[in-house]
């Protein structure tokens, strides 16, 4: 929090000011906020320029970076929305690094540098970066656990159909063994990080997904898994195809959040509800709180329904589903990214750059929420 604070006060008292008299204009609060989070992060930082390169010059790159956190604070549709605001703006123009109007590239060089930081990962460096400096060194209550529909504009990939062998009915015979397929959840179970993240779907399906009215939602496009600590913070996200189940992520996303912060409780609903994912979460010294989910048993469907209304009559307010309250923070994030920083209007195609447009949305909310501690 002293590190935020003192680089607060410079940006508040020294930058802003500082900006107005070269601008000649007064900042509106959008590029305050694209101030602040150009200067929390320092992305042009982490942007490699190679010295030798074949073809058109790559010597925007740094400029170019941080015109994309300006898409993402805007909530700009498009490139060519972005090209035009700066030409416009001088503000938004210096800020990002070009002096004249004539020096902002075309659209063509946004795309290929976008292909070039998707390609490179910077955008999930910088928001590993902003977290590992403001959040590493602190112990996080809570890490709450969802995931959101990615709707895209691309075609979905077809599924092959494989021929599966017909299973034997009855009892098997005295001598006779079937062995069973271990699903994804448990083949991770003795699988790294990065082999559990090579393993999930990453091409562009249709996803069907329960809403909370109780309505089959379907979208043609992918899934946004977020790990979200107090405070709304995003603190890791993997991407998937839209039809991957939400447990098949817990475990990797889990180990990306365990190398970032230390937390003590996991926060996740129904659809984790899963004696692996459990135990995974003991393991690395986490309690994990889940909502139970009956699976079709009546019996257990009663209990709980009963549970409930009996702690409803006496007035009794259980711990466990007081701290799984806390898990509306995830929700507040998914909602943000879509209604605010671009998460709804995804114009790129591919696994890759989809995840890079999200990321610069992920990094811009990340700042916001950080910045709201010390203000």
Known sequence: MRKLSQIWFEVQEVLFPFLEKQTEEPLTDKLKHLVTTLELIRIEEMVRV??????????????????????????????RALIDRLKISLPLRRICGWQKACDVPHESSFSRAFKEFSKSGLAQIAHASV????????????????????????????????????????????????????????????????????????????????????????????KLHIDAADGHIPISCVLTSASVHDSQ??????????????????????????????????????????DTNPRGNKDRNEKLKAEAERCKFLNFKNPTNVRYNERSNVERVNGRLKDEFGGKMVRVRGHAKVMTHLMFGIIVLTVDQLIRFVT
């Open 131 to 222: 977290i590992k400096e403001h959040m590493g060194d602190k112990i996080t209550g809570h890490i709450s656990r969802d995931s959101t529909s990615i709707d895209a504009r691309e075609k979905p990939m077809k599924k092959i159909k494989t021929l599966k062998q017909k299973k034997k009915r009855g009892r098997p015979k005295k001598d006779e063994t079937r062995i069973k397929e271990p699903t994804r959840l448990e083949r991770q179970q003795s699988m790294g990080t990065k082999e559990m993240l090579e393993d999930l779907p990453k091409a562009c399906d249709v996803g069907t997904k329960m809403n909370s009215k109780g309505y089959k939602k379907s979208w043609a496009g992918y």
């Open 249 to 290: 992520v817990a475990l990797p996303l889990a180990e990306l959040t365990n190398q970032q912060v230390s937390n003590l409780y996991d926060l996740m609903d129904s659809a984790y509800d899963s004696p692996i994912i459990k135990q995974h979460s003991r393991s690395l010294g986490h309690v994990p709180i889940i």
């Open 50 to 79: 190679p010295k030798y390169w074949k073809g058109q010059s790559p010597k925007n790159r740094k400029q170019i970076a941080r015109a994309f956190i300006a898409k993402a604070i805007y909530n700009m549709d498009t490139t």
